[in-house]
Structures are given as structure tokens and as C-alpha cells.
């Protein structure tokens, strides 16, 4: 049970800490006290907005046909590169020897690592 931590007026002298049930508070409606309670206003991740729209434009973008020809190749060949480096450490090796890095693999869990594989290919 998630529980919402307040200190009672009656208690604050003493320093008793009252908790009560978040449950309670949302079936009641109301609080006898003299607390409101209150969500603070959603603030969106800057970041993630920045993505969203990125990956809008992108897709936007590939409806231009010499413009998706050129992406998909160059995707194709860095999912090559990354295939082959997250399955072989001799291949893994060979680019760390050679470039001084490793090359990051995106996953379907972040967000952004598909930015990041890409900056890393990249450089």
C-alpha cells in the first residue's frame, strides 16, 4: 500500500509523524484537517519531446525517395557493423583496436540509444 506521509498539527510539537493511506484520501474526497491534497501539474521531459518530434520529421522525411533509398542503406550497414561487434569479440576487438571505441548497440528499451549508436558510428 502506498502511503502518504504528513505531520498532523496536533503532533508537530512532539515530532509524531502521521501516516495516512493514500487510499483513504481519494475514496473520502476530502480531508478533515485543514491539508489539500493535490497532484502537481504534469511536466513533459523536454528530451523526449525533442525525440518524438526527431522521429516524426524522420519518418517524414523518408517519403522522399532518394532521401529513403540513402537511409536505409546506411542503417543497413550499421546494423551490420553492430551485428557483427555484439557477436564476435574478435570483430569487437579489431574496431576497438582500430577506431579506440566501442560501438554502442541500440536496444528496444531506451529510447535513445538508437541516437547514440548512431553518433558513435558516426564518429
Known amino acids: 500500500?502506498?502511503?502518504?506521509?504528513?505531520?498532523s498539527n496536533q503532533n508537530s510539537?512532539?515530532?509524531?509523524?502521521?501516516?495516512?493511506?493514500?487510499?483513504?484520501?481519494?475514496q473520502d474526497g476530502h480531508d478533515t484537517s485543514d491539508n489539500h491534497y493535490f497532484l502537481p501539474p504534469h511536466q513533459r521531459c523536454a528530451v523526449h519531446t525533442l525525440n518524438l518530434i526527431a522521429v516524426t520529421d524522420a519518418e517524414e522525411a523518408c517519403n522522399d525517395v532518394s532521401y529513403k533509398k540513402i537511409y536505409h542503406?546506411?542503417?543497413a550497414k550499421?546494423?551490420?557493423?553492430?551485428?557483427?561487434?555484439s557477436?564476435?569479440?574478435?570483430a569487437a576487438d579489431i574496431v576497438q583496436e582500430k577506431c579506440k571505441m566501442h560501438?554502442?548497440?541500440?536496444?528496444?528499451?531506451?529510447?535513445?540509444s538508437f541516437f547514440y549508436a548512431v553518433s558513435r558510428v558516426s564518429e
Open 87 to 90: 557477436r564476435s569479440s574478435q
Open 13 to 26: 510539537e512532539s515530532g509524531k509523524v502521521v501516516f495516512t493511506g493514500i487510499q483513504d484520501i481519494l
Open 73 to 75: 542503406s546506411t542503417m
Open 78 to 85: 550499421c546494423a551490420s557493423l553492430w551485428n557483427k561487434t
Open 1 to 7: 500500500m502506498i502511503q502518504h506521509r504528513r505531520v
Open 103 to 112: 560501438l554502442i548497440v541500440p536496444n528496444g528499451t531506451r529510447w535513445n
